[in-house]
């Protein structure tokens, strides 16, 4: 099985950064998909933005030209910046990776979440 661990949440003002990190137990290198969903509260969870095949980045319509996303394949570990944060950013962030298993298929596994909280 693969752990996801994330870290670096926590309460900052409208207009500043943070950024977050996901410590993956196994080569990142492997997957064909992993990313960030959020869930606001009393909101259904929605993706952030990930990494897809060829290092492609997605991004959702609400962070584009704020966060980004990046990797470090030696330390296994995907980071999420966020920049210009703003009150509705507020929410459980996941962090989350598509890894192949040793039979050759593809699970998904999800981090225990972080909390983000944007103060206006």
């Known amino acids: 099985q693969v752990q996801l661990v994330e870290s ?11 950024r977050l990190s996901c410590v993956a137990s196994r080569s990142i290198f492997s997957t064909n998909a992993m990313g960030w969903y959020r869930q606001p509260p009393g909101k259904q969870r929605e993706l952030v933005g990930n ?15 704020r966060f980004t996303i990046s990797r470090d394949n030696g330390k296994n ?6 920049n210009s944060l703003k009150p509705e950013d507020t929410a459980v962030y996941y962090c989350y990776g598509n ?14 979440g972080t909390q983000v909280t944007v103060s206006s």
């Open 8 to 18: 670096g949440g926590g309460l900052v003002q409208a207009g500043g950064s943070l």
């Open 51 to 65: 990494f897809a095949i060829g290092g492609r980045t997605n991004y959702a319509d609400s962070v584009k030209g």
């Open 77 to 82: 570990t995907v980071y999420l910046q966020m």
């Open 99 to 112: 890894f192949q298993s040793t039979g050759g298929n593809f699970r998904l596994y999800w981090g225990q």
